[in-house]
């Protein structure tokens, strides 16, 4: 991949091992010459985080509860010490407990409804108002990820698609309000995955088969394309772009029923 993000810095939010999106982007913006910071939560995804951090070049890492203001705030004013503007940021953080990713949205509790809107989606905003101030002078990119039990009824996907409905809101919204500043605010929404949030969802290898089966490519999204489309959205390519849901599923979005050998 070419240079496309050469000179730019932006944080990467939520990598939680080699295999998880977050990675994935983070590698394709290493590869197109960006310079990356990093956010864990916990000693142990520090542990797994520093050694790839360290595989891009990037010595920066800051432990970070995004339900908690006091550590939002250390840790982006750690980042602004370090850099005092980026060029983007990735948030790919999301959460809602597993007993409540099966069974019927029914009977999602009112606790665990209110956690997984808290970090699935209101995060996002908590992150935009504190990545603003440090992109207001040469505009920036924010990109988060959706998923598309958003706006179809996925099973065993429940509150979460609840939780990525309001994401995508807010991604609108925060465009808009961002737009006059040159930021833009994009979401991806790519296909079932190979990755430990998606090993959470129940049947999540059966439905990775129904779309590796049944998407007009005959594939799932891979973790390069994804970052490719991450890439672009932050690159100059993507200067008139903000305000999207971009889908990086193989085109299963499109279908209304499976393909008539998969009835």
Excluded at 148 to 169: C, D, F, H
Excluded at 187 to 205: E, F, H, Q, V
Excluded at 210 to 217: E, G, R
């Amino acid at each position: 991949m070419s240079k496309q993000l050469e000179g730019k810095r932006g944080l990467i939010m939520g990598v939680a091992n080699d295999r998880s999106i977050a990675w994935g982007i983070a590698k394709a913006m290493a590869e197109a010459g960006a310079e990356l910071a990093f956010t864990y939560q916990g000693d142990a995804f520090g542990k797994r985080l520093e050694p790839l951090a360290a595989s891009v070049g990037s010595d920066f890492m800051v432990d970070v509860d995004v339900t908690d203001d006091a550590s939002l705030d250390a840790a982006f004013e750690q980042l602004e010490a370090r850099w005092p503007t980026i060029d983007f940021v990735v948030h790919a953080i999301a959460f809602s407990d597993k007993s409540e990713l099966t069974g019927r949205f029914l009977n999602t509790s009112r606790a665990n409804f209110k956690h997984s809107m808290d970090i699935s989606a209101y995060s996002f905003i908590e992150v935009a108002r504190r990545a603003h101030p440090m992109m207001v002078e040469n505009g920036g990119t924010l990109l988060t990820l959706t998923y598309l039990g958003s706006n179809r009824v996925v099973p065993n996907y429940n509150v979460m698609g609840v939780a990525k409905a309001a994401l995508e809101s807010a991604t609108r919204y925060l465009a808009n309000d961002l737009g006059p500043d040159g930021i833009r605010v994009n979401a991806i929404s790519p296909g079932p995955m190979k990755t430990l949030a998606g090993a959470a969802i129940g049947g999540a290898r059966k439905t990775y088969k129904h779309t590796d089966q049944n998407a007009p490519l005959r594939a799932n999204a891979t973790l390069e394309a994804v970052g490719g489309t991450a890439v672009y959205l932050a690159s100059e390519a993507g200067a008139c772009t903000s305000g999207e849901i971009i889908r990086v599923d193989g085109g299963f979005h499109v279908l209304g029923m499976p393909q008539q050998d998969h009835l």
